[in-house]
């Protein structure tokens, strides 16, 4: 057993620790589930009143005696009947609920940690003792819904974290502080990029700044695809039920489409361009000589994500993608995904972020056939392989309508984060009969690539803000240049001929022209996270010179106006 997967157990069972604390503190608890997860654990609870912070430490002091006192993790297999009739006497009517949904011959396992007892596979520690009591730590208290759906019973979930030791439980303390100063809806706001509002719950209301930034990626994103050969489309945001039958989306995505019935049809908001792309496709008929067509769209979908799952940027209800399409003969496949996989690096490298690719493989609700799956994952390896990357496994994480290699990448705080994917379907053109005419005239169906490089330009904008902390690059920043005259009745006329120089040289500027001290607006400036401050007085304005203080830096130089918009803009061009 390596370290990562004692730390797993370790988490697990702390889990079962803070319900065991949890059952001290109310003695009428009902347990939901208590499962580790990335960094820590947590577990639900349904108890006679709301928790408040004052809890928590409360609840770790009890943690902690537990495991001073070296309970053992005490396991017991029963029949399911047996299990049914301990819970049902305990009322616990959660595990009672989960015992239901199994199978009635099966054996059920069960873990005494002191006073409580739980349904559970394990493994744990052996006793409560092993456990290092400066290696936890309660965190935080939120609402989750039973089992996920809205329409049970809010449950009280508590979170803690846990690491082998107190160093490594510090150092990610410290991650958390920084974590929190970037947190990117907190710089939205303070940047005056973007918005949420209670009348549009998971859609994004961007400000004049943060579109600044939208629209650069999008242009950059177009740029790229475009030497690479893609032709962009449009397509509409609603069809007819028929369609999403026909894709496969009703019968396995319809818990996250929205639909509404309107003159005796039922219409869906788009969560997916493919079938649109696909009918674009279909109207003439093409030649294998055609092949491999690539088509590009700024994808507008929308995806019934759960009110208590959505955050910020990073899970949304209104997503906009960099979409592509790629339709292609089977022999063009691995060239193809060679092309995306080198289209991905070219994306990232602007960013100084190096991607992770994963193999995602064939998930538990596919559609389609084995043989053709398996034959649709070597072709994604071979690929792989071609262009020497390597690579991991997520296995059953592929769509399912095909396999797929999933791109992350690592930000500033070392956190990973699943952007680009590249997603190869060998089912939708049959669904859809999406044909070609071959050498021989007969009729033969393409395979479909579809590939979002950005991911979602929502959650791309969300990760880069975190990732940079709001000090976007120069050439991304909403404000590059921040003009402030010492004096703004003295010398707001330099200021302004400044500032239309700038702009005619395509470069953003603005300026303060307050009456708060030049010392005042420098902070300011600094707050906003300008890239360029230009301080302007009797002396710059005397030999067309400005004073020069980069973003980071308290060093101020001054150089000529000239050479000032000529190094700004070749760092612009640059992507710098």
């Known amino acids: 057993m390596n370290k990562e997967q004692k730390l797993e157990i370790k988490r697990h069972s702390l889990a079962h620790i803070l319900a065991s604390a949890v059952l001290e503190m109310f003695p009428e608890a009902k347990f939901g589930v208590g499962p580790n997860i990335e960094n820590g654990f947590y577990y639900d609870f349904d108890l006679p009143r709301t928790l408040i912070p004052e809890d928590l430490p409360i609840l770790q002091k009890k943690m902690i005696r537990i495991i001073n006192k070296n309970y053992p993790f005490e396991k017991q297999i029963v029949n399911h009947d047996k299990a049914i009739e301990l819970f049902k006497k305990a009322k616990q009517d959660y595990k009672v609920e989960i015992l239901n949904d199994e199978a009635k011959d099966a054996e059920v396992s069960l873990y005494r940690t002191g006073e409580f007892v739980d349904l559970c596979r394990g493994p744990h520690v052996d006793s409560t003792g092993e456990i290092?009591?400066?290696?936890?730590?309660?965190?935080?208290?939120?609402?989750?819904?039973?089992?996920g759906d809205e329409k049970n019973k809010m449950?009280?979930?508590?979170?803690?974290?846990a690491f082998n030791n107190n160093t490594e439980l510090k150092e990610y303390q410290k991650q958390l502080e920084e974590a929190e100063k970037r947190d990117h809806k907190k710089l939205g706001r303070e940047l005056d990029l973007f918005s949420f509002h209670p009348e549009a719950q998971g859609s994004a209301f961007w400000h004049p700044r943060g579109m600044i930034i939208w629209n650069e990626l999008e242009k950059f994103g177009k740029s790229i695809r475009k030497k690479y050969g893609s032709e962009e489309i449009q397509t509409p945001q609603l069809a007819k039920k028929i369609l999403w039958e026909t894709s496969g989306h009703w019968n396995h995505y319809k818990e996250d489409m929205f639909y509404f019935e309107n003159e005796n049809e039922t219409y869906c908001l788009k969560p997916m361009d493919c079938p649109f792309n696909i009918k674009i496709y279909q109207t003439k008929q093409r030649s294998y000589k055609e092949l491999p067509i690539r088509y590009t769209e700024i994808g507008r979908v929308m995806r019934n994500e759960k009110s208590g799952q959505l955050n910020g940027l990073f899970r949304v209800r209104a997503i906009t993608q960099d979409d592509?399409?790629?339709?292609?003969?089977?022999?063009?496949?691995?060239?193809e995904i060679s092309l995306l996989l080198k289209?991905?690096?070219?994306?990232?490298?602007?960013f100084n972020i190096e991607p992770e690719f994963f193999l995602s493989t064939r998930p538990e609700n596919f559609m389609g056939e084995i043989p053709i799956w398996d034959k649709a994952e070597k072709n994604l390896i071979n690929a792989l392989e071609k262009e020497d990357i390597k690579y991991g496994l997520k296995e059953k994480d592929g769509a399912f309508y095909g396999p797929k290699i999933d791109i992350n990448i690592k930000d500033a705080l070392e956190r990973s984060w699943q952007l680009a994917t590249i997603q190869l379907d060998f089912q939708l053109p049959q669904r859809f009969n999406v044909e070609y005419i071959d050498e021989n005239g007969d009729r033969k169906t393409p395979v479909l690539i579809h590939a979002a490089i950005f991911g979602s330009l929502e959650r791309f904008i969300g990760i880069i803000i975190e990732h940079t902390g709001g000090n976007f690059p120069l050439w991304l920043s909403p404000v590059q240049v921040k003009i402030l005259p010492v004096s703004s009745e003295k010398h707001i006329k330099y200021a302004e001929k400044l500032n239309i120089l700038l702009l005619e040289n395509n470069i953003r500027s603005e300026i303060d022209d307050s009456n708060e001290s030049i010392n005042k607006k420098i902070r300011e400036a600094e707050k906003q996270k300008n890239p360029y401050m230009l301080v302007v007085g009797d002396k710059e304005s005397a030999s067309n010179s400005v004073a020069v203080r980069s973003r980071g830096s308290r060093d101020i130089k001054t150089v000529g106006v000239e050479e000032f918009i000529e190094e700004v803009r070749r760092k612009i061009e640059n992507k710098l």
């Open 132 to 147: 290092d009591a400066k290696s936890f730590k309660l965190t935080k208290i939120a609402g989750a819904y039973w089992r």
């Open 155 to 161: 449950l009280q979930r508590i979170y803690g974290v």
């Open 324 to 335: 592509a399409h790629i339709f292609v003969l089977e022999n063009q496949i691995e060239e």
């Open 343 to 350: 289209m991905v690096k070219e994306y990232y490298k602007v």
